[in-house]
């Protein structure tokens, strides 16, 4: 599976950005996806999760009722929309996959893009 996320930027607080991730390759084999970013301490945390026929999402408290994530299975393409940005979540967003079953279960990366909230 290959991950290519797209839409990050800069933007003032409280405005919006919308970040996608195109999925490729054996899609079908995707159990969830999910929205990470790279904290201060450099690890990368939760942001939001979703399952793979788009039916049930989770979110970190700290951007519930701000962000929201959702998916388009017939693009192969999940989105995470970003509402009353604030500076706090400047960060490198990444894209996960999680694909697979028992022993052939791993996790894949998308490269990145940043977003950049000024105050």
């Known amino acids: 599976v290959q991950l290519v996320e797209s839409g990050g930027g800069l933007v003032q607080a409280g405005g919006s950005l919308r970040l996608s991730c195109a999925a490729s390759?054996?899609?079908?084999?995707?159990?969830?996806m999910g929205w990470y970013r790279r904290n201060p301490g450099n690890h990368r945390v939760l942001v939001a999760v979703?399952?793979?026929?788009?039916?049930?999402?989770d979110y970190a408290d700290s951007v519930k009722g701000r962000f929201s994530i959702s998916k388009d299975n017939t693009k192969n393409t999940m989105y995470l929309q970003m509402n009353s940005l604030k500076p706090e979540d400047t960060a490198m967003y990444y894209c996960n996959a999680d694909v697979g079953r028992g022993r052939d279960r791993r996790d894949y990366w998308g490269q990145g893009t940043q977003v950049t909230v000024s105050s």
């Open positions: 979703i399952t793979g026929d788009g039916g049930v999402t």
């Open positions: 390759g054996s899609t079908f084999s995707i159990n969830a």
